[in-house]
């Protein structure tokens, strides 16, 4: 994407996160106490109780009435903990994607506030009714069951260890409206979860934004209808079992629950900013489905 409609595409992000009003530091607040747990992060002497500190008995002995004599451990909130956004980029998904936008710019900025990485990544296909492999398959005879007819397309628009201030124009890229086409969902669960393996936080969210089932429509119209459905539900399944990823279905206007053990239905038109990220809020805590 080009420098000058990348900053043109920020603006317009700046804008409408402007307009919401959004309170970060109170969704940071609100993010580390749910995702951090109490750690020790040392020791803090001259205490009046605790234990006792073994390099103070020397001024016991010079000042008998001293009684900072002790040594208290020193319990911090550390958020052990890797959230990754993972956003349908098919072609129903164009006209959501600036309020969708918004949101996982908002909660990036708040997650590293509150000390958690975070990632930002989109799914689409290479072209539009199949691709090379459509075209290979079709060379060779139209095989029965070829399975995807399409070349996935995976795209890290901020990765876990990029601050968002470097990522803040790849998170606009959102909103280039020619990269949304067709979508396969669950090879991007994989992925995404793949990716969080390889790092070393404890515990592992991965939202998958959506408003739809998946669709293809070259691998639909040469597999069963219900190909693709039945991969992304197999795919989430296994994923939780083996992974120990939790996966997380966040619906734009559309139940997920069909597919994700936990999900949320956001209704992006009729709810204000501060009221979707509380229901996301909701959603990572356990407190709500439908």
Known sequence: VRAALLAEYRERLDARI?????????????????????QSDGWDGAQEDGRIDGRRIAQLIASPTERRLFRAERIEPVADCLVSFLIDCSGSM???????????????????IAGVPCEVLGFTTGAWNGGRAQRDWLRAGRPRHPGRLNEVCHMVFKAADTPWR?????????????????????EAIDWAVSRMEGRGERRRILLSVSDGSPMDAATHLANDEHYLDHHLRQVV??????????????????????????????DLAGSSGNQLCREL????AGRRRR
């Open 166 to 186: 470097r990522a803040r124009r790849g998170i606009a890229a959102l909103l280039k409206a020619d990269l949304f086409r067709e979508g396969i969902d669950g």
């Open 94 to 112: 164009k006209g959501q994607i600036e309020p969708v936008a918004m949101l996982v710019d908002v909660f990036a900025r708040a997650l590293e």
């Open 18 to 38: 402007a307009a919401q009003g959004i309170n970060l530091g109170r969704l940071a607040r609100q993010l580390k106490a749910l995702l951090a747990t109490p």
């Open 237 to 266: 399944q296994r994923r939780e079992a083996g992974s120990g990823v939790e996966i997380l279905g966040v619906g734009i206007g559309l139940d997920l629950s069909p597919y994700y053990s936990r999900s949320q239905v956001l």
């Open 281 to 284: 809020i909701e959603l990572i």
